[in-house]
């Protein structure tokens, strides 16, 4: 059994420090690196690449709305056509400092609202996956059980990782509630045997009690969320007791 962990890096701009990269890129198999628009900045993304090839973690642009004082997490009105653009300007701009040092694109996750508003809007969906492809027909797309990224992306043909989080609250349909608040870190074990019992045993609890179906091809956990570096270990440690071989989606999707 294998499964991905990813984490939201190159997410600081100018002189604000957002996130714990170097020490989280220490035991992640993916990176999903901001573009500019919701943070990061020129500088910060040829950081954050070298930091993953250092590591050797794969990477995968992280694209979100044009939003940097909302960090990307308001909901805006966009067209699709006008979503296509910012998502390849996104891309490409990341895909350029690759190209610098001799790497290449594993995946795309788009970031925050713009995330969440694909996963249930087909029309956006499409969107954001007819761009990705214009990029390269064999890009990875990170999305939630049960949304229209998923349904759609496989009725293209596009190759998709399941998504699942470990700092935040799952619902029954195996989506995930957009706040910052998550599961309260009260036990780094306990949180560490969730993961392992999403990618075992594929279920979830959510906040009400009910138990949510979950395929999770990668876990996320923000960089930005109080005692993550602790986290992440734990989770390490969880998954190799259990006999469960972490790496990047690209070896086994």
Do not use: W
């Amino acid at each position: 059994m294998k499964v991905d962990l990813n984490c939201d890096m190159g997410e600081s701009f100018g002189l604000y420090q957002i996130g714990n990269d170097e020490e989280m890129m220490k035991y992640i198999s993916s990176a999903n690196i901001a573009c500019g628009f919701h943070g990061g900045d020129p500088h910060v993304m040829n950081q954050t690449v070298q930091l993953a090839k250092k590591y050797g973690v794969a990477i995968g642009a992280h694209p979100g709305f044009p939003d940097l004082m909302g960090f990307g997490r308001r909901y805006m009105s966009c067209t699709p056509e006008e979503v296509k653009d910012y998502v390849v300007y996104q891309m490409g701009a990341l895909k350029g400092f690759l190209e610098r040092h001799g790497l290449e694109l594993q995946h795309c996750k788009p970031h925050g609202a713009l995330y969440m508003m694909a996963m249930s809007d087909e029309k956006l969906a499409r969107a954001i996956l007819e761009s990705i492809a214009g990029v390269s027909e064999k890009m990875i797309v990170f999305a939630l059980n049960n949304s229209a990224v998923a349904h759609v992306g496989e009725e293209m043909g596009i190759p998709i990782a399941y998504e699942v989080y470990a700092d935040r609250e799952h619902t029954v349909d195996g989506s995930i509630i957009l706040t910052r608040t998550g599961p309260t870190i009260q036990s780094y074990e306990d949180m560490a045997r969730r993961v392992v019992r999403m990618v075992e045993e594929k279920k979830v609890f959510t906040p009400d009690g009910e138990e949510g179906d979950v395929e999770a091809h990668t876990v996320c956990i923000h960089g930005d969320t109080v005692g993550a570096p602790k986290l992440i270990k734990q989770i390490r440690i969880a998954l190799e007791v259990a006999g469960i071989t972490v790496g990047p989606v690209r070896e086994f999707l």
